[in-house]
């Protein structure tokens, strides 16, 4: 740690430094020092810190007497291991008269875990990790903004029991609120919304899914802006009647893939809101309703209840498929985010809304409940319409009259006896915990346990993109991994898909070393790095104190990206990897080059 003193007097003078540190940081040698100070001019001196293997703060003083004075300087930091938060969950359920055992050993960091145990009668209770993957994803695109607030509509109680601590009470109506306002804030000039805040693109899709986020939201009493739904009914009236034709990927009966032309999904997204909002086009309905072939199931679905929410109960019998299950979609990373559970997710919902006790209801309630729980690599967009559509039906569902005892390592510690139960660290962490039920039916438990870990082991692999990342001078010079105090370090991050086709919607993102500082997050080739030839610039960028996301496009060619960083102190700083996922399918995904940055002083 640099100590630099100013000496603006005409005198020389001798200072003596002292240094001492508290909580999660020590000072390693020595802790004071004699300094010269020369009139008018500057003198510097270096304390060694060491962090501690623990999660907390540190707190730095600096007491400098001199002049007959003491001048104090006191400084905080964070101290924490480079991982991010990883967390182990399991649910189920538990049959009246049955017991269920929970192991809570755990190899987290024991001030930095936490865990949960919730009961209910309530079959939600089994999906709630879909929920909680939800609710804490940290990415903000217009689609993650309407997955992230539009459950929480519905689960008001549910979000509370998983997000809620002592001390700590989470307001799901709050986080409502400030999605609608954030929503409004990317409408465009033609009614349409951006993809990302500030940026110059809409995107049909993500305006549909807005639009049916806020007028769900104003039924439930949320304060929603007339102007800005009317201006995207006004949007999807006009987008409806384009009649335009895309490509979609699906799976044959066999391993294979193969494609064909539809009428865009979006055309019936819209049509749909619009119907169930009384601002119908029959004609554009017509128009489908006449050439089906042009239309997905899912489409197909849409259009069905489009009809039924305008009392046409005839068009609706004629148009609704028997089953979505014969076309099965290809994940999309991009476009309407596409898929096999997303599509019978997204028709189950327009079923419940329009017509709830129809046959097929049941059966793709089953199916789609054992879809999402064998499948690891769900997107925000299926996790979304699933957990919406499955409430909706488990709602009407009806109650068991299932009890439970509760107890931790063999000792009672609570009663299940109807209210949702919710136990917490104190009760439970790194106990066996045994439920035992009494009574008719089923009761439900979800299970969580959260931290961080201090083994900083990665698993670096390239699952269908490689992601790099390498280090230069400002002269375009290679660095290897020493870094010298003070310098400015140009960041390279290369990104490329071994398929060599397009995946859209990826999230790069660069755990920096605690001695490294952001200092230009976009760098301009001509101006400020003309040895720069081939940056590509990202459809969007967040810097973090101790990250800078980037959002992209991977393509068939690599792509790099380019951004400053400066090196403010001397030492051995843990470095995160560089990893790359596409946000809307996980299978792809590349993590790369973790290690140990060392800064050391320019002589």
């Not at 192991?103 to 987290?108: G, H, I, L, N």
């Not at 989470?170 to 033609?190: C, G, H, L």
């Not at 119908?280 to 929410?309: E, F, G, H, V």
């Not at 301009?524 to 959002?551: A, G």
Request: aromatic share 12%; charged share 25%.
């Amino acid at each position: 740690m640099p100590v630099t003193l100013t000496n603006t007097t005409a005198k020389d003078n001798v200072a003596k430094a002292v240094v001492s540190a508290t909580g999660n940081v020590k000072v390693v040698g020595a802790s004071e020092e004699n300094i010269s100070l020369t009139a008018n001019n500057e003198s510097r001196t270096t304390f060694k810190l060491v962090a501690d293997k623990a999660v907390g703060t540190g707190s730095i003083t600096i007491n400098v007497n001199a002049f007959n004075e003491v001048f104090t300087e006191k400084t905080e930091i964070t101290v924490r291991p480079i991982t991010s938060l990883l967390k182990e969950s399991d649910a189920g359920s538990i049959k009246g008269g049955e017991a269920k055992t929970i192991d809570y050993a755990s190899s987290f960091v024991p001030s930095t875990l936490e865990s949960k145990l919730i009961l209910s009668r309530s079959p939600m209770v089994q999906f709630t990790d879909q929920l909680s993957y939800l609710l804490d994803y940290p990415h903000g695109c217009i689609e993650q903004t309407v997955s992230i607030a539009f459950p929480q509509i519905y689960y008001i109680d549910l979000v509370k029991m998983i997000k809620n601590k002592p001390g700590f009470a989470v307001d799901p109506s709050f986080n409502i609120q400030e999605a609608i306002r954030k929503i409004e804030t990317m409408q465009m000039y033609n009614g349409g919304l951006s993809y990302w805040p500030g940026s110059s693109y809409e995107t049909w899709w993500g305006s549909a899914y807005a639009l049916h986020f806020l007028t769900e939201a104003q039924k439930a009493g949320y304060d929603v802006s007339k102007e800005t739904v009317d201006k995207l009914f006004s949007y999807h009236s006009q987008k409806a009647k384009e009649r335009a034709m895309e490509p979609y990927w699906f799976y044959d009966n066999g391993t294979g893939t193969y494609n064909k032309q539809f009428a865009k999904r979006e055309i019936f997204y819209s049509l749909y809101l619009l119907a169930l909002n009384d601002r119908r086009d029959l004609s554009t309905m017509n128009y489908y309703k006449a050439n089906l072939s042009q239309l997905t199931l899912d489409s197909r679905y849409m259009l069905a209840c489009a009809y039924l929410a305008l009392g046409d109960d005839k068009s609706h019998n004629a148009i609704l498929p028997n089953s979505i299950e014969a076309m099965r979609s290809v994940r999309s990373t991009g476009s309407c985010f596409y898929s096999a559970i997303r599509d019978e997710a997204l028709a189950l919902n327009c079923l419940l809304e329009t017509n709830p006790d129809h046959p097929q209801v049941g059966t793709m309630v089953k199916h789609l409940s054992q879809q999402i729980k064998k499948d690891p690599y769900m997107n925000t967009n299926e996790r979304a319409w699933a957990f919406i559509a499955l409430g909706k039906f488990m709602k009407r569902a009806t109650a068991s009259t299932v009890t439970a005892s509760v107890l931790a390592d063999g000792k009672p510690i609570a009663e299940f006896k109807g209210d949702d139960l919710v136990l917490r660290t104190k009760d439970i962490a790194n106990k066996k915990i045994e439920i035992k039920t009494s009574g008719v039916g089923n009761l439900y438990f979800f299970t969580e346990q959260s931290g961080l870990r201090f083994d900083n082991k990665f698993k670096e692999e390239d699952s269908y993109l490689q992601v790099r990342k390498s280090f230069y001078d400002r002269f375009g010079n290679p660095i290897s991994g020493t870094f010298t105090q003070g310098d400015l370090i140009v960041v390279k991050i290369t990104l490329f898909n071994k398929q060599g086709s397009d995946v859209d919607n990826v999230v790069i993102t660069d755990m920096l070393p605690a001695g490294f500082e952001i200092e230009n997050p976009r760098l301009t080739e001509n101006r400020d790095m003309p040895w720069i030839k081939d940056q590509f610039n990202p459809d969007y960028f967040d810097v973090r104190d101790d990250r800078i996301n980037l959002y992209t496009t991977s393509g068939r060619m690599p792509r790099n990206f380019y951004y400053m960083v400066r090196a403010v102190s001397t030492g051995n700083f843990i470095m995160g990897p560089v990893s790359a996922d596409a946000m809307y399918n996980a299978e792809y995904h590349s993590y790369n080059g973790a290690g140990v940055a060392k800064i050391v002083e320019r002589k």
